[in-house]
C-alpha cells in the first residue's frame, strides 16, 4: 500500500510539473537565506564571515522574506527549499519559519545540524519541517577538522541529527565527497545505514564564482587522475550521446524553478550569481519573466560547437563556468584534459 501511494504521489507531481513548464508557471523555489555558517568548510561555494558580507550586498531581512515569499505564493511555488550558508544563522529565521508555514508550502531545510536547539526544537515542534536535508562530512571529529576547520564537528552534527530523530522529523544525508574525506567513504555509508536515513552524495566540489574564499581546486577529486581517468571515460562513452540542445535543458529545474541568493537575486544556479535579478527592485513576477528569456538565450561557449568530442562531453553551464573563470568560457587547457580522458576508453 504505501509503495502505492508513492508511486501515486510521484505521478501526480510528473503532471503537475509537466503542466507547470507548458504554462510557464514555477511551482518550487530555493531561498538561500544567508551566506554565514558556524563551519568553514574548504569546498564551499558560499560562506563569507560577517566582515564579508558587505562587500557582496546585504541580507534580505524577515520581512523581506515573507514579502518575496508571499509574492512567490501568488505566483504557483508549492514547495521551498530554505538554505544558506546555514539558514538557522539568519537573525530573522524564527520569524521566516513561521510566516512559511502560515502560507502552507512544502518546506525543505537544508542544513549542518549543528545549531539544533531547544529554542529551534520548539519551533519546529508548532512548524514541523516536511523535509531536513544535513550535510554529513565525515563520521568522526578528526575529518570534519579537515573538512570544516571546527572541533568537535561531528559531535555537534551527530547531536542534532539525534535530536532530530527523536522527534520523528524526515531527515536526508547530504554529503560532498572531497580529497579530505573520501577515503571516510564506507564509514559514512555505515552511519547513514545504521540510523536508517537516505544518503545522497556527490563529488560536485567547484571553484567559487560567488566571493567565498573556497579551496575547490585544492581538495576536489581530481577525475583527471591516472587512477580515474578510465573509469570516468567508460562511464562518459556509454552514456547517452550529448545533444546539441538548448543548455539549460539540462538543468533539473528547468522552466519549474528558480533560486534566490541570500542578497535578494533571481539567478538559475546556486554555483553562479546571473542573471542577477533583483527582486527587490521588481516585482518576482517580472523577475521571472526576465529569468525565462535569459534561460531560452543561454548558449555553449563557441568552442562546444565545433569540438569533435562534444557528444561525449558530460557538462553542464554552471559547471564549466566555475571551472573555466564564468559563463561562456572554457579554457584550453581543461579541454584537452576531456579529451585525453576520453581517450582511454578507446584503449
Known amino acids: 500500500m504505501a509503495m502505492q501511494q508513492n508511486l501515486h504521489g510521484i505521478l501526480t507531481m510528473a503532471r503537475i510539473k509537466k503542466s507547470a513548464f507548458e504554462q510557464k508557471i514555477p511551482i518550487h523555489a530555493t531561498f538561500e537565506l544567508t551566506p554565514r555558517c558556524g563551519f568553514n568548510c574548504q569546498m564551499c561555494y558560499v560562506h563569507l564571515s560577517k566582515e564579508e558580507i558587505t562587500n557582496f550586498g546585504k541580507e534580505l531581512t524577515g520581512d523581506q522574506w515573507l514579502d518575496v515569499a508571499k509574492q512567490t505564493q501568488e505566483m504557483g511555488v508549492l514547495s ?3 538554505t544558506g550558508g546555514d539558514p538557522l544563522l539568519h537573525p530573522d529565521f524564527k520569524e521566516i519559519w513561521i510566516g512559511l508555514s502560515r502560507m502552507g508550502f512544502k518546506r525543505i531545510l537544508q542544513t549542518n545540524a549543528s545549531l539544533i536547539t531547544d529554542e529551534i526544537l520548539e519551533l519546529f515542534e508548532d512548524y514541523p519541517p516536511d523535509l531536513i536535508k544535513i550535510t ?4 568522526n571529529d578528526e575529518v570534519y577538522k579537515r573538512v570544516c576547520g571546527i572541533e568537535n564537528g561531528f559531535g555537534k552534527v551527530d547531536a542534532g541529527i539525534k535530536k532530530l530523530q527523536e522527534k520523528g522529523y524526515p531527515i536526508q544525508l547530504v554529503t560532498t565527497f572531497t580529497k579530505l574525506n573520501k577515503e571516510d567513504a564506507q564509514n559514512i555509508a555505515r552511519y547513514a545505514k545504521e540510523n536508517q536515513l537516505p544518503w545522497y552524495h556527490s563529488s560536485a566540489c567547484y571553484p567559487s564564482l560567488r566571493g567565498a574564499k573556497s579551496k575547490a581546486n585544492e581538495c576536489a577529486i581530481d577525475f583527471f587522475s591516472p587512477d580515474c581517468t578510465r573509469e570516468m571515460a567508460d562511464l562518459w562513452t556509454n552514456l547517452p550521446a550529448q545533444k ?6 539540462k538543468c ?6 528558480f533560486n534566490i541568493s541570500w542578497n535578494g537575486n533571481m539567478i538559475f544556479c546556486l554555483f553562479v550569481e546571473e542573471p542577477k535579478l533583483s527582486v527587490l527592485d521588481s516585482s518576482l513576477e517580472e523577475c521571472w519573466r526576465i529569468f525565462l528569456e535569459y534561460c531560452e538565450h543561454l548558449r555553449w561557449p563557441e568552442e562546444c560547437s565545433t569540438c569533435e568530442v562534444r557528444d561525449k562531453c558530460r557538462r553542464c553551464l554552471a559547471h564549466l563556468a566555475c571551472l573555466n573563470g564564468g559563463l561562456n568560457k572554457v579554457n584550453k587547457e581543461y579541454c584537452e584534459q576531456v579529451k585525453r580522458m576520453l581517450e582511454q576508453a578507446d584503449k
Do not use: A, N, R
Open 80 to 82: 521551498l527549499c530554505i
Open 136 to 139: 554529513l562530512y565525515g563520521s
Open 244 to 249: 546539441d540542445d538548448l543548455p539549460i535543458k
Open 252 to 257: 533539473q529545474g528547468y522552466g519549474t524553478e
